[in-house]
Every structure is written in structure tokens, then in C-alpha cells.
């Protein structure tokens, strides 16, 4: 199986923009990013629909931050708009076992090995 690999986190000021790749993605799956701040839990970030025809996030990045992808890349996308220093966290995109806007996800429905994940800082 193909990992998962996630790229294009940094450092950047509160109000900046990143955006994270994740290679390996598997066309015909739901797939999801997740962050971990240190001493937290993973948690559920942005999840989007095999063919990209839906998406919803969080409650705590909703209206910043938007997942896509291309399939014809294997790729899915986080980009993150007005960032705040609680977004600083290690991001971690993965595989999920269904679509669901009424489901809480949490990293128990991932269902690949995890990457490494890409830091993202928020200095003040």
C-alpha cells in the first residue's frame, strides 16, 4: 500500500496562509486531514468526498480552511486561511472509513497507517 505523505507545513504569522499537500490518497476513498497539538489528541480537521463533490470541516477552521483534491494526482489539499497560533499543531491527512456530515469523526475511523505529518506553527 502506498503511505501517506504530507508536505508544506511551516512557520508563519497569525493571519497567514499555508497550504498542505497529502500524496498517496486513494481515488475512490473518502479521505481526511486530522492535527495534533502537543500533550492533545489527534483531531478531525476536514474531511471531502471521493470525487470532491463535497467537503465539510470542523467547527474550530470552518470558513478558513478548505480540503480538496485531485485524484488524477492522488492528491488531497488543506488550505489555510487566516491562521491563529491555536492552529499550530502536526498535520496529518488520512484515509477514512465513510462520508458523513453527521458523523464526529475521530482518528479511530482512519483506516491507513499514519505519515509523518507536516508541522504548522502560529507565531503571534
Known amino acids: 500500500q502506498v503511505q501517506l505523505v504530507e508536505s508544506g507545513g511551516g512557520l508563519v504569522q497569525a493571519g497567514g496562509s499555508l497550504t498542505l499537500s497529502c500524496t498517496g490518497s486513494?481515488?475512490?476513498?473518502?479521505m481526511g486531514w486530522f492535527r495534533q497539538a502537543p500533550g492533545q489528541e489527534r483531531e478531525f480537521v476536514a474531511a471531502?468526498?471521493?470525487?470532491?463533490?463535497?467537503?465539510f470541516a470542523a467547527d474550530s477552521v470552518k470558513g478558513r480552511f478548505t480540503i480538496s483534491r485531485d485524484n488524477a494526482k492522488n492528491t488531497v489539499y488543506l488550505q489555510m486561511n487566516n491562521l491563529k497560533p491555536e492552529d499550530t499543531a502536526v498535520y496529518y491527512c488520512?484515509?477514512?472509513?465513510?462520508?458523513?456530515?453527521?458523523?464526529?469523526?475521530?482518528?479511530?475511523?482512519?483506516?491507513?497507517?499514519w505519515g509523518q505529518g507536516t508541522q504548522v506553527t502560529v507565531s503571534s
Open positions: 488520512n484515509q477514512l472509513t465513510y462520508y458523513s456530515r453527521a458523523h464526529s469523526y475521530t482518528e479511530g475511523d482512519a483506516t491507513r497507517p
Open positions: 486513494g481515488r475512490t476513498y473518502t
Open positions: 471531502i468526498t471521493w470525487r470532491g463533490d463535497s467537503t
